[in-house]
């Protein structure tokens, strides 16, 4: 990232941190806990970029951020206990140091607090696009609940659970900027695509690393997806390309609950064999060029060149 990205992640850590008040002790030492964690913020840039790049430049942006982070906190809080998660980038996740109780209670209160903060802007667009993003994002957690371990899952579902989960947050951000920056409907719509395709893009990134990243690059142990039984790009494209007899063998393994080395191994010798990794790796350059298409519409600038950076970095993040 380079030096204007950087100084605006450090304007967004400072105001969360401001945003975080509360005279219940336990609160800001869990969110700080979860903040301090080296999370990537892209969703607060694209807040802030998307919105600057219409023309808004007002201080109380960082505010809209904070708040759009704060959702997404509180949907990896919750991640966390739903999912038995012990790391979070690295660390101890925050359910394995207090509890799922304060974990669940802490994500509900952040939730709660990004929704304080968005009534001061007095704007219901901003509410409603927020308030349906948050919505959506909680039946992609339901959808993918109840698909654990599921053997009939195919990439479709896969992708409308992507689609909730994690782009519908990061489509919602890109589309707030354009409302904050007052912008037409083709550059608001162009900005909402474009936080689509890159919050798609960002997941199956997130999925591929999950097979190939070290606990010490991604923050997590390897194949802590298959673990969970959860089916995801790589292995999805695999499938497709894999006799039936070792179909049946692998999806087998995803239906048990408790897996063995040999279990592992065994799905990872076989998306290895069929290149998952090099075709979920190959869709995921697809949608980011998908989604750096969408900035045409606006004429070259210093936050369109940003908003491209951002892009591609997605594509060589190793976390």
């Not at 689509?196 to 690393?209: R, Y």
């Not at 997806?225 to 087998?252: N, Q, Y």
């Amino acid at each position: 990232m380079n030096t204007t990205m950087l100084k605006n992640l450090a304007g967004i850590d400072e105001r969360m941190r401001e945003n975080l008040s509360s005279d219940v002790p336990l609160i800001p030492l869990i969110s700080d806990h979860l903040l301090s964690g080296g999370g990537k913020r892209i969703r607060p840039l694209l807040v802030i970029l998307c919105a600057r790049l219409c023309g808004y430049h007002r201080s109380d942006l960082l505010d809209l951020a904070s708040a759009v982070e704060f959702i997404h906190t509180a949907s990896l809080l919750h991640d966390d206990v739903v999912d038995g998660s012990a790391l979070r980038r690295g660390r101890a996740s925050a359910n394995s140091v207090w509890g799922n109780e304060a974990s669940v209670l802490v994500g509900d209160f952040l939730f709660a607090r990004s929704f304080t903060i968005l009534v001061r802007f007095g704007n219901p667009r901003i509410m409603e696009i927020l308030s349906s993003a948050t919505e959506v994002m909680a039946e992609g957690e339901v959808l993918q609940l109840a698909n654990i371990r599921n053997p009939c899952s195919d990439i479709d579902h896969y992708l409308h659970v992507v689609r909730c989960k994690t782009a519908a947050l990061m489509a919602a951000a890109c589309r707030c900027g354009a409302v904050m920056g007052g912008t037409d409907s083709a550059r608001e719509l162009a900005l909402e695509c474009f936080g689509l395709d890159m919050g798609m893009a960002f997941q199956f990134v997130d999925d591929l690393l999950d097979y190939v990243g070290t606990e010490d690059e991604f923050g997590k142990a390897r194949g802590r997806d298959l673990a969970e039984g959860k089916l995801t790009l790589p292995l999805l494209h695999a499938l497709r390309k894999g006799a039936p007899e070792e179909r049946e063998g692998v999806m087998s393994v995803v239906s048990r609950g408790n897996k063995t080395a040999a279990d592992f191994q065994r799905v990872f010798s076989f998306i290895e064999r069929y290149d998952g990794i090099g075709e979920a790796r190959k869709v995921a350059r697809e949608r980011v060029e998908n989604a750096k298409g969408h900035l045409r519409i606006f004429p070259d600038s210093a936050e369109k060149k940003e908003l491209l950076g951002l892009a591609d970095f997605l594509m060589e993040r190793r976390r």
